[in-house]
């Protein structure tokens, strides 16, 4: 099983981690599939609204629900990531990849959905897989993977240097 994963306490760095590795894996002309999660800054308001840009094109979708500033619930919106999550495992069976990257094991996947199943569809397809780890959901993760995942220091070249690929040539 070829899974790996970044846990970073830092704010922003996991995401920032597997959307540059996006990046490079792409300049190197490797197939994509997954998402990498972008955060965007609204006026006015104290959280910023979640995107998830599909791999390999980057179309992007909203996964957050507008709650108002003085919510203080999950403003994640599950039926929004759930349409991603097809739309990945859709990508998955049609396109082929070489990687598949997930912006992070989260809450959904911790609880049995999300992209939980196309993380597993890949491993079985004997795919590479790379995902954020958000530390509070790491027991449900290691329960999940078996202990068998490996963690990595949150730097792209981490990722590559694990893939295989080296550092040499990232551009």
């Known amino acids: 099983m070829r899974l790996a994963y970044v846990s970073s306490l830092e704010r922003g760095r996991n995401d920032a981690v597997v959307a540059e590795v996006a990046r490079l894996l792409q300049a190197r002309g490797l197939r994509l599939v997954g998402v990498v999660q972008r955060n965007v800054e609204r006026p006015g308001r104290t959280d910023c609204d979640m995107r998830l840009a599909l791999l ?87 329960e999940f993977t078996e202990g068998a995942a490996t963690e ?11 893939l295989s690929l080296g550092t040499a040539s990232a551009a």
Request: some cysteine.
């Open 152 to 162: 990595l220091p949150a730097d792209p070249a981490s990722v590559l240097d694990w």
């Open 56 to 142: 390999p094109d980057g179309e992007a979708t909203s996964i957050t629900q507008d709650l108002g500033n003085a919510a203080d619930g999950c403003r994640l919106d599950a039926g929004a990531l759930e349409l991603a999550v097809a739309e990945v495992a859709r990508r998955l069976a049609a396109d082929g990849a070489d990687v598949l990257l997930i912006n992070k094991f989260g809450k959904q996947e911790a609880e049995g959905r999300g992209f939980r199943d196309v993380i597993a569809e890949a491993l079985v397809r004997g795919l590479p897989v790379v995902l954020g780890l958000n530390p509070e959901n790491a027991g449900a993760f290691h």
